[in-house]
């Protein structure tokens, strides 16, 4: 099973199920019609980000709870690693899984400050 995503010329495979884990590769701030949001924004693209991974989860019948670890990229990642730390444990809440945050010099699009990707456990009730 994978689940697509085609928006501003971009098609990419979001996610792929191999055997009880799904594979989510790097979401990132759009709409549902593919458009760019939060321009400037950290704090609104990390929630919306993360608000696509929910839909991504969604399509394999997995919840937050599921996810095993996480990788972030982050754009000045020193001014905005405390709103990346705050936020990742808000959307976990006591679930911790294990994250690795990385500073980047640039991601796909050019006011995307973030990208979020994800492996979950389909055998590990949340």
Known sequence: MSHEFSGEGIRVRHATQVGDTVYVSGQLSHDRHGNFVGAGDFELQVRTTLENLDLVLRQFGAERGQIAETTVLVRNLRKNFDTT??????????????????????LALPDQLVEIGALVRLDVKP
């Open 85 to 106: 730390a705050r936020l990742h444990a808000e959307y976990f809440g006591e679930h911790r899984p294990t994250s690795t945050v990385m500073g980047v010099s640039d």
